[in-house]
């Protein structure tokens, strides 16, 4: 049986689904939704929205813990028209991912309602994505992010950059398209390199001045254009450090939604021998050292920001798990010798 099969028999396919993996399935029901206005139309029937104000996700707590709630179509509607609005505003959602059943997920961003009055009627509250991000659980906080980022580039894609004229996007979101000049806009991400650098023995952390008090991370920086992934890494700790990189090995890669949408590319990098001198770049970056296993193990298990201590100083911390610069940190510890492991 072909794998093209959950595609070409998709009006009669249930016994031919079968014989794909669930996550094949769902990649291949989410590709018809993204290709076809008329399923994906159908797919809001039955499925769920994520909703949004001004880019801020609707939360609701539970025993301390935020929870990202999904609504009906009719839940919707119901509230739509409490508001004023009718059910054409469902237009403006996006697909951002179904359950292993096939019930599709949108996110919606009704900032053109009375947020003050849709909090009371939803029992929520509209969070800034960037406290929400840390509050939710992995799986929630990584599909609002996405969900945030598909509706910021719809708002920022109104209009096409060659023509000026109004674009329009397709059912699931997946695109715009000029009628104008034909031209099709993807959603896009800026991709970004984050590498944590090794002398063998030490690794080297570095801090922003926007970053909280205490807090260093990995190096990181856009790609620029035409660079490769490793010309990337390699200029980006040549111009923030001032040491030249020897060997490179990938790590893993995140989405981030801050500032806009990054693909965060996390890397490993060494130094050349006997390059380890510093030179900082202040116009990149507020400071920069190497650090020993057991400080950066011990900075692992912080949990910041943190107010100043009585010497002056503020406690040494890295990012939170949820970031992949902790991630990093945590795969150089775990690869040394030092007895200080992360948890
Ligand atoms: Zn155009």
Same mark, same amino acid.
Not at 102 to 115: C, R
Not at 178 to 197: G, N, R
Not at 276 to 287: D, G, K, M, Q, S
Not at 333 to 340: F, N, P
């Given at each position: 049986?072909?794998?093209?099969?959950?595609?070409?028999?998709?009006?009669?396919?249930?016994?031919?689904?079968?014989?794909?993996?669930?996550?094949?399935?769902?990649?291949?029901?989410?590709?018809?939704?993204?290709?076809?206005?008329?399923?994906?139309?159908?797919?809001?029937?039955?499925?769920?929205?994520?909703?949004?104000?001004?880019?801020?996700?609707?939360?609701?707590?539970?025993?301390?813990?935020?929870?990202?709630?999904?609504?009906?179509?009719?839940?919707?509607?119901?509230?739509?028209?409490?508001?004023?609005?009718?059910?054409?505003?469902?237009?403006?959602?996006?697909?951002?991912?179904?359950?292993?059943?096939?019930?599709?997920?949108?996110?919606?961003?009704?900032?053109?309602?009375?947020?003050?009055?849709?909090?009371?009627?939803?029992?929520?509250?509209?969070?800034?994505?960037?406290?929400?991000?840390?509050?939710?659980?992995?799986?929630?906080?990584?599909?609002?992010?996405?969900?945030?980022?598909?509706?910021?580039?719809?708002?920022?894609?109104?209009?096409?950059?060659?023509?000026?004229?109004?674009?329009?996007?397709?059912?699931?979101?997946?695109?715009?398209?000029?009628?104008?000049?034909?031209?099709?806009?993807?959603?896009?991400?800026?991709?970004?390199?984050?590498?944590? %650098?090794?002398?063998?023995?030490?690794?080297?952390?570095?801090?922003?001045?926007?970053?909280?008090?205490?807090?260093?991370?990995?190096?990181?920086?856009?790609?620029?254009?035409?660079?490769?992934?490793?010309?990337?890494?390699?200029?980006?700790?040549?111009?923030?450090?001032?040491?030249? %990189?020897?060997?490179?090995?990938?790590?893993?890669?995140?989405?981030?939604?801050?500032?806009?949408?990054?693909?965060?590319?996390?890397?490993?990098?060494?130094?050349?021998?006997?390059?380890?001198?510093?030179?900082?770049?202040?116009?990149?970056?507020?400071?920069?050292?190497?650090?020993?296993?057991?400080?950066?193990?011990?900075?692992?298990?912080?949990?910041?920001?943190?107010?100043?201590?009585?010497?002056?100083?503020?406690?040494?911390?890295?990012?939170?798990?949820?970031?992949?610069?902790?991630?990093?940190?945590?795969?150089?510890?775990?690869?040394?010798?030092?007895?200080?492991?992360?948890?």
């Amino acid at each position: 049986m072909s794998l093209y099969c959950g595609i070409a028999c998709r009006r009669k396919s249930s016994w031919c689904y079968r014989l794909l993996s669930t996550y094949v399935t769902k990649t291949r029901y989410l590709f018809e939704l993204k290709e076809d206005d008329d399923a994906c139309k159908k797919a809001q029937q039955t499925g769920t929205f994520y909703l949004f104000h001004s880019l801020a996700p609707l939360l609701q707590t539970s025993t301390n813990q935020y929870l990202a709630p999904r609504h009906s179509l009719s839940e919707l509607e119901r509230l739509l028209s409490k508001f004023g609005q009718d059910s054409q505003r469902l237009e403006d959602s996006v697909l951002i991912g179904c359950s292993e059943q096939h019930e599709a997920w949108f996110a919606l961003d009704l900032a053109s309602l009375q947020k003050l009055e849709m909090e009371t009627e939803l029992q929520g509250s509209f969070i800034e994505m960037r406290k929400a991000l840390f509050q939710l659980n992995a799986k929630d906080a990584s599909l609002l992010s996405m969900a945030q980022a598909l509706l910021r580039w719809h708002d920022a894609h109104q209009f096409c950059s060659r023509s000026g004229q109004p674009t329009k996007k397709n059912m699931a979101g997946s695109k715009r398209v000029c009628p104008s000049s034909k031209i099709i806009y993807y959603p896009q991400m800026a991709p970004v390199v984050i590498t944590l %650098v090794s002398d063998g023995t030490r690794c080297l952390l570095a801090r922003q001045s926007s970053f909280p008090r205490g807090m260093y991370s990995a190096l990181a920086g856009f790609c620029d254009i035409g660079e490769s992934l490793e010309e990337a890494v390699r200029r980006e700790v040549a111009e923030e450090v001032g040491l030249e %990189v020897d060997k490179l090995q990938y790590s893993a890669s995140q989405h981030w939604p801050f500032p806009n949408s990054s693909l965060m590319i996390g890397c490993h990098a060494t130094v050349k021998p006997g390059q380890t001198e510093i030179h900082v770049n202040l116009r990149e970056l507020e400071a920069a050292a190497w650090f020993s296993c057991e400080e950066v193990a011990t900075a692992l298990r912080r949990k910041g920001p943190y107010s100043q201590q009585e010497n002056g100083t503020f406690p040494f911390w890295v990012p939170p798990k949820l970031a992949i610069a902790h991630q990093l940190i945590k795969e150089w510890v775990e690869k040394q010798t030092c007895s200080s492991l992360p948890v």
